[in-house]
């Protein structure tokens, strides 16, 4: 219940959300029915040195439509 009314409110009021710790294809589906469209989690990736991550980023944006 909780879940899906922080979205409304949030939205209600103007505010951009993102949802913390999104693990699972089905955790993201329904945030993203209950009004919230931003994640982060193990579902898009694992913890990294910063060095690790400025080198993924570099590479995504490299290459073609920004994917690996």
Same mark, same amino acid.
């Given at each position: 219940?909780?879940?899906?009314?922080?979205?409304?409110? /949030?939205? $209600? +009021? %103007?505010?951009?959300?993102?949802?913390? =710790?999104?693990?699972?294809?089905?955790? #993201?589906?329904?945030?993203?029915?209950?009004?919230?469209? =931003?994640?982060? %989690?193990? +579902?898009? =990736? #694992?913890?990294?040195? !910063?060095?690790?991550?400025?080198?993924? +980023? +570099? /590479?995504? $944006? $490299? $290459?073609?439509? =920004?994917? !690996?």
């Amino acid at each position: 219940m909780v879940e899906g009314n922080v979205p409304r409110l /949030a939205n $209600s +009021l %103007g505010l951009d959300i993102i949802a913390e =710790g999104v693990e699972t294809d089905e955790e #993201r589906a329904f945030l993203l029915e209950h009004g919230c469209p =931003g994640f982060q %989690g193990f +579902l898009f =990736g #694992r913890a990294m040195p !910063p060095e690790d991550f400025e080198e993924a +980023l +570099l /590479a995504r $944006s $490299s $290459s073609p439509a =920004g994917r !690996p």
